[in-house]
RNA sequence: GGGCGGUUAGCUCAGCGGUAGAGCGUCUCGUUUACACCGAGAGGGCCGGCGGUUCGAUCCCGUCACCGCCCA
């Protein structure tokens, strides 16, 4: 006997240890089946899992346990990222907190404890996917910086270098001067932070005039090289050409006439500092201008570059300036300014400020030799493969948003000043020459052939963007550059489920590298989940303190209603509200189907291997199966088109509408006993229960497989490998469903007057029906039973003598059903019912008879369309004149 | 400033040329061979505004408003 709820703590644990040790996730290259590949986007080893995941992880476990239920060979390769940031932050706190630094114990002691730290704790993400139950192929785990991975990223950077795809220059970067590491693009977030726009005054040489320029970051102008103004701003136009006196350093500087300088945007003249500026840097490039840095790696003041070029009016300020923070120095710079008069004034300013989205820190721009890969010339292909529906997005509008970034696309910073991740495979020579090779003995070896000697190497310091590693994922984690059987089977993947926020993190640079390498795009789909908010739709984050921990709603509701939560959510591409009501409200399903089990349990509905769904007899077997085959393949269709949540909602509600509220409750009394009938409901009680469960086990895996294991459709832990269910051809399927439906029909009418007028639960009533025909009246005798039970009525017969005094009346098809209630009925109410329904009935037909009489309307529409209308009219007419008749019975 | 998406029942969202839907919430009734994490019933909508196309518009087009996101 099933305890009375579903304990989803008693189970998943127990299920998901059978499943992982029986192989259930394993992908088999060597069965002769078709492949379906879904590529993790590998979570940062460090990192937990949180709602975002939940959904993702979620969605991606629903296709693959589909497909695997289909007979494909499904293989959803898992692993970690070893996100390089992330990670080295990570340990780099612990030896804060044991008194030392990295650079204290040295680059290879400090790799050490980071793969020490990963040992300890880099598997709690994959825990937790566990127990969110997800099927991944756990025995194929990979990560970013295992040996064959690791071997990867060198080979396709020594290919990229070799084909001038990669090089190394001297560039304005985002520069992180807390982690002191240059990022890329993508890893810069813009923030609006209040800050100030202070006009300064600048004189002009020559003159007692002064050129007012306006500046959120008031401490470069120590960088200063031009001051800019819009050619066509007649204000300046005298101006140009012009020299002016930078007020601290004393450094003249041409005014220039550029576009970059907005007009309307402070005073119109802005003063131009090439090295901290990525705009100042083109205007200076426009220009022929010097970029000298006034900063250091750590963002502190530093004169070096600009010493040779100053002549302060006050050298000491300049010195006190050398090493300040930037922030400080600015404070300062503004007092002097405004000490020595060249502070016109200040201005309160919201403006967006570039932080690192790691570290927190404010970017600085700054010209360092990096290493860029050429992303320009690599995202050609890439977006002809989505131009030409090689790679189809879901929904189809993203395609849009990367097409928009892929076009104007930036070369790609590819190298961190870290120590944990790929080391960068190039070596220098004592006169910098660069070699580029897989190993330090190939670079060697070239070396020697430059210079004709053996020449002493040094190996470059960085590493590579975790990106770059990322970017392989799709055919490194397969075996590349070895010819694998896997990589031979499962590139290019089938569907790469993710979060729009990192379309060009993963997507464009898994189908760059893919191209690039592969020469085949590395999956068909992209399937965009979208972001989880919390219950009013807020973002989630952590100083807001709205976060949900997934982990705590499985605890408190099981992982399957969670996953039914999300994937019912889950409408294509659009933000997904959760929190615990939403969640608690889901489990209500799955205690729903629990029971509903648990009811044909109690009444013997097992599985029964003799019987052929097909060769139903019963009506209402029939009207379930018919059913239970639109349900398939609604749910089918939904999932084979991407959209999860249609798959969520079809089978909710069959299982609830039709299983549990019509089949169960019409079968009930029918169910027990040994007669052929009652045999035959119980088969197809449990034959429905079984395609139930089978059609629900993606979703919500934990209780259809512990029901399964239950009722003995398989061996314990086999429902994840159970077949996918087939639509079965049903005979008389039609005739069921009208029957059926008419028999609900009724009921509902009957419990729609008996509510409307009050009539007690309790009382059991007489019925009538007036007008039917012989078909209806043999229907009516045949569900006889039925009705009564679930309408709770004493009788339901034909009226042959007069109209009963006192009835309440309704209408179903052409006829009138009568309900008798002469104590109970208050007249007046139930003339106030019926006219209202008449009213309803009335403006529907006029409605239609306006449409109708529209000559346009009769010659331009579609026939059928046109037909169809005629027979709602005559409907509505016909259900009018009922509608008159029973009035004025009780009238 | 450029682009994308949204605006449908109190809430969350489906629908996307031809009868406006679901779940939750609300109200009423209810212990009847599973389930109160339940059952039955009811109420609730000029489908953001204004134009246009069409025989017909929630749906297509234009425009405006508001909201969200991305890129400058």
Redesign the pocket.
């Known amino acids: 006997m099933l305890d009375?709820?579903f304990d989803p703590a008693a189970f998943e644990t127990r299920l998901y240890e059978t499943w992982e040790q029986e192989g259930a996730f394993a992908a088999d290259p060597s069965r002769n089946a078709k492949p379906f590949t879904v590529m993790i986007p590998p979570p940062n080893v460090t990192g937990s899992l949180h709602v975002g995941h939940a959904l993702t992880m979620t969605l991606q476990d629903v296709l693959i346990r589909f497909r695997r239920m289909q007979g494909r060979d499904a293989l959803w390769q898992p692993g970690t990222d070893h996100a390089g940031i992330a990670t080295q932050l990570m340990v780099e706190r612990e030896l804060q907190r044991e008194g030392t630094t990295r650079q204290a114990i040295g680059r290879e002691a400090f790799l050490d404890r980071v793969w020490q730290w990963k040992a300890e704790q880099g598997s709690a993400i994959t825990r937790q996917l566990r127990r969110l139950g997800a099927s991944p192929d756990w025995s194929r785990e990979r990560f970013t910086m295992d040996d064959g991975l690791s071997g990867a990223v060198r080979t396709i950077f020594v290919r990229l270098f070799n084909d001038g795809l990669i090089y190394r220059a001297k560039r304005l970067v985002n520069w992180d001067p807390e982690f002191r590491s240059a990022l890329s693009?993508l890893e810069v977030e813009?923030r609006e932070v209040k800050g100030n726009l202070w006009h300064l005054r600048y004189p002009i040489e020559g003159t007692d005039q002064a050129i007012i320029v306006a500046t959120t970051r008031p401490e470069t102008m120590l960088g200063d090289t031009a001051v800019a103004v819009h050619p066509d701003d007649a204000r300046y136009r005298d101006l140009i050409g012009k020299t002016v006196v930078q007020p601290i350093t004393g450094r003249k500087i041409p005014i220039v006439a550029d576009a970059h300088s907005d007009p309307e945007k402070g005073t119109g003249a802005v003063k131009i500092t090439p090295a901290h500026d990525f705009n100042d840097f083109a205007v200076g490039q426009r220009h022929n201008l010097a970029a000298p840095s006034i900063l250091d790696r750590s963002a502190r003041i530093a004169l070096a570059e600009i010493r040779a070029d100053c002549h302060p009016a006050d050298p000491s300020f300049l010195d006190s300036l050398e090493g300040l923070d930037r922030f400080a120095a600015r404070a300062e710079i503004v007092a002097h300014l405004d000490a020595i008069g060249a502070l016109d004034r200040v201005e309160p300013h919201t403006h967006?400020v570039p932080h690192a989205d790691r570290s927190g820190a404010v970017i600085e721009p700054l010209l360092t030799e990096q290493w860029f890969c050429n992303a320009a010339e690599l995202a050609g292909p890439a977006i002809t493969a989505v131009e030409d529906g090689r790679i189809e997005f879901v929904p189809k509008?993203w395609e849009?948003?990367y097409f928009?970034w892929m076009r104007n696309i930036e070369p790609w910073c590819i190298s961190r000043q870290l120590w944990w991740g790929h080391r960068i495979p190039a070596w220098y020579g004592p006169d910098r020459t660069i070699f580029v090779a897989e190993t330090e003995a190939d670079a060697k070896l070239q070396a020697e052939e430059h210079y004709g000697h053996a020449a002493a190497l040094i190996q470059d310091e960085d590493v590579l963007d975790t990106w770059f590693s990322s970017a392989l994922w799709p055919f490194s984690t397969l075996g590349w550059p070895d010819n694998t059987p896997e990589l031979a089977r499962y590139y290019p993947g089938d569907v790469l489920v993710t979060g729009f926020d990192i379309i060009f993190f993963w997507v464009a640079r898994m189908v760059m590298m893919g191209l690039y390498v592969m020469g085949d795009v590395p999956f068909r789909t992209v399937m965009m989940n979208g972001l989880v908010r919390d219950e009013r739709?807020q973002?989630m984050s952590k100083t807001k303190g709205n976060v949900v921990d997934p982990l705590a709603l499985i605890e408190s509701y099981g992982a399957d209603a969670l996953r039914y939560t999300v994937t019912a959510?889950s409408?294509a591409g659009?933000?997904?509200?959760l929190g615990p009501a939403m969640v608690e409200?889901n489990?209500?399903f799955v205690?729903?189907l629990w029971?509903?089990a648990?009811?044909c349990a109690?009444?013997d509905c097992r599985p029964d291997p003799a019987f052929q769904s097909g060769h139903a007899k019963l009506p209402l077997s029939r009207w379930i199966l018919d059913a239970a085959n639109r349900a398939v393949a609604e749910a089918t269709e939904a999932l084979d088109a991407y959209r999860l949540s249609?798959y969520a909602?079809a089978c909710y509600r069959f299982t609830?509408?039709d299983f549990?509220?019509w089949f169960?409750?019409l079968a009930?009394?029918g169910?027990?006993g040994e007669t052929g009938e009652a045999r035959e409901l119980r088969a197809v009680a449990a034959d429905v229960l079984g395609t139930i469960l089978r059609l629900l086990h993606p979703v919500i895996p934990f209780v259809t497989e512990a029901l399964w294991d239950d009722f003995g459709y398989g061996e314990a832990g086999s429902l994840i490998r159970a077949p996918w269910p087939d639509r079965v051809a049903v005979a008389g399927a039609e005739v069921a469903h009208d029957e059926v439906s008419w028999v609900i029909r009724l009921i509902?009418e009957i419990?729609?007057v008996r509510?409307?007028m009050n009539v007690?639960?309790?009382s059991r009533i007489p019925i009538l029906l007036r007008d039917a025909d012989p078909g209806t009246i043999a229907r009516a005798g045949r569900w006889h039973a039925e009705i009564a039970r679930l309408a709770r009525i004493a009788s339901l017969e034909p009226l042959t003598s007069d109209m009963p005094k006192g009835a309440a009346q309704a209408i179903i098809d052409e006829a009138t059903i009568i309900l008798p209630l002469a104590d109970v009925i208050d007249l007046a109410a139930e003339r106030r019912r019926l006219a209202s329904t008449r009213e309803k009935t009335a403006s529907e037909a006029e409605k239609i008879a306006r449409k109708l009489a529209?000559q346009?309307?009769v010659a331009?529409?579609?026939e059928d369309?046109v037909a169809e209308n005629r027979d709602?009219l005559d409907a509505a007419q016909a259900e009018l004149a009922r509608l008159d008749a029973a009035l004025s019975r009780i009238a």
């Open positions: 009375k709820n693009d813009m967006t509008s849009n948003t928009a739709g973002k959510q409408g659009r933000n997904i509200k409200t489990r209500s205690t729903k029971n509903a648990r009811f109690m009444n249609d909602l609830w509408g549990c509220d169960l409750e009930k009394p169910l027990s509902s419990r729609a509510g409307e007690p639960a309790a529209n346009d309307f331009r529409a579609p369309v709602r």
